[in-house]
């Protein structure tokens, strides 16, 4: 049973546009979030994270909000640019459990120019 | 700069064959990890390892097993390849505490193909 969940494969976005990349997770004992961007032949690479006293974090163009008590997150990409255009792997971890990430299955951003 | 590298690119073996993969990080940190990465899966953790010599499972351990001799070194074997572990296997590591920054650093992947 996926700990956690992002339910949309793909989405595709207007260049400019705002890009909502949703996340949503099952174990209560994670307290820290992670996103990661990942190219195609590539390894993931961090983008942003989100500690579960927070209920958002900003960097720039990513902005990830966090609702405890839904379980769920998001992350908001302002402007979308054709660049953005990956994979979005959203991860949670458990400070009760070492340092172990727990990745979702992702999702394809297309930012059409 | 930092760098995780993984021995093979790409990797086709057969049936019944023992297959080794191995990673190595240059950022002296204690964690690494082993996922492997499928269509509509997404990462799933097999190993990780928070010291030398130190392993704990993951979510998907069955028919791999892994070596951490070295810091610097987190090998994962299969000890007889089986279709079904076709994949693309990263490797990643982070600093203890890593929560702080959020940051697993991963390798460049290698794909494995079992025929």
């Known amino acids: 049973d996926q700990q956690v969940k992002q339910n949309s494969p793909s989405l595709s976005v207007q260049e400019g546009r705002i890009s909502i990349l949703n996340c949503d997770y099952t174990n209560s004992m994670f307290d820290y979030f992670l996103w990661y961007k990942k190219y195609p032949a590539e390894g993931p690479t961090f983008l942003i994270s989100i500690s579960s006293i927070k209920d958002k974090n900003e960097d720039g163009r990513f902005t990830v909000f966090l609702n405890k008590s839904a379980k769920h997150l998001s992350l908001h990409i302002v402007p979308s640019q054709p660049g953005d255009s990956a994979v979005y792997f959203c991860a949670a971890s458990a400070s009760t459990s070492y340092d172990k990430v727990i990745f979702g299955p992702g999702t394809s951003l297309s930012v059409i120019p | 700069d930092v760098k995780v590298t993984q021995s093979s690119r790409y990797l086709v073996k057969r049936t019944g064959e023992k297959v080794f993969l191995e990673c190595v990080q240059d950022m002296d940190h204690e964690n690494m990890f082993w996922y492997r990465q499928d269509p509509g899966l997404g990462l799933r953790l097999i190993y990780f390892?928070?010291?030398?010599?130190?392993?704990e499972k993951g979510d998907i351990p069955e028919g791999y097993s892994v070596s951490r001799e070295k810091k610097e070194r987190f090998s994962l074997i299969l000890e007889s390849a089986s279709t079904n572990q076709t994949s693309m296997y990263l490797c990643a590591s982070s600093l203890t505490g890593a929560r702080g920054t959020g940051e697993l650093f991963f390798g460049e992947g290698s794909r494995l193909t079992v025929l």
């Open positions: 390892s928070y010291d030398v010599k130190m392993k």
